[in-house]
């Protein structure tokens, strides 16, 4: 299951309208952007499996470490957050368009 915290936005400011605040937060880089538009373009019943998101990211010419390294860039500054749901019952995630840092 995927949760996602968007920024409220205007009538006028169509929901699947990518947040602005992305690309001027000095501390993430470009796969992290990329990383978090790719999310947040799918439809909020999307199930995030990344694993997928890293053969999609890699195919595009990104490595595998730094991919890694961008997701948890993503976690540490709480773009990302995961709750595992127990033993063998996968994980919930809760992408948030604003860093909780």
């Known amino acids: 299951?995927?949760?996602?915290?968007?920024?409220k936005k205007s009538k006028t400011y169509h929901k699947?309208?990518?947040?602005?605040?992305?690309?001027k937060d000095k501390r993430l880089g470009l796969v992290e952007i990329g990383?978090?538009?790719?999310?947040l373009?799918?439809?909020?019943?999307?199930?995030?499996?990344?694993?997928?998101i890293v053969y999609e990211f890699n195919q595009r010419?990104?490595?595998?470490n730094s991919i890694e390294v961008a997701?948890?860039?993503?976690?540490?500054?709480?773009y990302l957050i995961v709750k595992r749901n127990g033993l063998g019952q996968g994980s919930s995630w809760i992408i948030?368009?604003?860093?909780?840092?």
């Open 1 to 7: 299951m995927t949760k996602y915290n968007r920024i």
């Open 16 to 23: 699947k309208q990518l947040p602005v605040s992305l690309p």
């Open 96 to 101: 948030n368009e604003v860093s909780n840092d």
């Open 41 to 52: 373009s799918q439809s909020d019943n999307w199930v995030i499996v990344k694993s997928k």
């Open 61 to 64: 010419g990104n490595s595998i």
């Open 71 to 78: 997701w948890k860039k993503l976690l540490n500054l709480g």
């Open 35 to 39: 990383i978090m538009y790719y999310i």
